[in-house]
Nanobody, 122 residues
Framework: QGQLVESGGGLVQAGGSLRLSCAAS????????MAWFRQPPGKEREFVAH????????RYADSVNGRFTISRDNIQNTMWLQMDSLKTEDTAVYFC???????????????WGQGTEVTVTP
């Protein structure tokens, strides 16, 4: 299944920016689609953004579309989530996820990292 390690979370004021990273190891990164999910306090985990194996196709939740940008580097085995114009409702633990399908870009995932916490203050 490999390993996914998120970093880059922290405390930021509303309107600010953060860049999250997801370092992947133990599997061929370029063979799998990837995604970001988040779990706000007291709520269920929710989808944030998806990126295809080559990075040419991206999808976003309506709540972050236009403010967040997902990207990846298949040489560095790393994925990022650039978060701009942050809102208090973006406060959550953010997880990266590995696609379930080898050589596919479906939006199904089979493993997640431990998460990195993002807190947005008013």
């Amino acid at each position: 299944q490999g390993q996914l390690v998120e970093s880059g979370g922290g405390l930021v004021q509303a309107g600010g920016s953060l860049r999250l990273s997801c370092a992947a190891s133990g599997f061929t990164f370029s063979f799998y689609a990837m995604a970001w999910f988040r779990q706000p306090p007291g709520k269920e985990r929710e989808f944030v953004a998806h990126i295809s194996r080559t990075g040419t196709v991206t999808r976003y939740a309506d709540s972050v579309n236009g403010r967040f940008t997902i990207s990846r580097d298949n040489i560095q085995n790393t994925m990022w989530l650039q978060m701009d114009s942050l809102k208090t409702e973006d406060t959550a633990v953010y997880f990266c996820a590995k696609g379930k399908t080898l050589m596919g870009d479906s939006r199904e995932y089979d493993s997640w990292g431990q998460g990195t916490e993002v807190t947005v203050t008013p």
